[in-house]
């Protein structure tokens, strides 16, 4: 009995991590074309994507998706199409992120 229940055990623990992985899984800018970028940001509204080999980052659609004091500016990312497409938005302090990023 103790044998099956380390067996199922196994087993569940080894589906958790697959599904787990699954959906840690970001998007990769890199892996798009810049209109199927856009799309998704403007689909879901707030996504975060990865956009380097070590980086990613949130890019949202609207202010709604933004605390109050923060407002919005064009935030670029490399795409399979171009390497400087505006993918979405970011959420910016202004009084911290001036326009020369």
């Given at each position: 009995m103790?044998?099956?229940?380390?067996?199922?055990?196994?087993t569940a623990m080894?589906?958790?991590v697959s599904?787990?992985?699954?959906y840690?899984?970001r998007?990769?800018?890199?892996?798009?074309t810049?209109?199927?970028a856009?799309?998704?940001?403007?689909r879901?509204g707030?996504?975060?994507m990865?956009t380097?080999?070590?980086?990613?980052?949130?890019f949202?659609?609207?202010r709604?998706?933004?605390?109050?004091?923060?407002v919005?500016?064009?935030?670029?990312a490399?795409t399979r199409?171009?390497p400087?497409c505006?993918?979405g938005?970011?959420c910016?302090?202004p009084l911290?992120?001036?326009?020369?990023?």
């Amino acid at each position: 009995m103790k044998r099956a229940y380390t067996m199922l055990s196994a087993t569940a623990m080894a589906f958790i991590v697959s599904i787990t992985s699954a959906y840690a899984a970001r998007p990769d800018t890199r892996a798009m074309t810049c209109r199927q970028a856009q799309s998704l940001v403007e689909r879901y509204g707030a996504v975060v994507m990865t956009t380097g080999k070590y980086t990613y980052f949130r890019f949202v659609s609207q202010r709604n998706y933004c605390d109050p004091w923060e407002v919005l500016r064009p935030k670029v990312a490399p795409t399979r199409d171009n390497p400087a497409c505006i993918v979405g938005y970011a959420c910016v302090e202004p009084l911290f992120a001036p326009w020369d990023d």
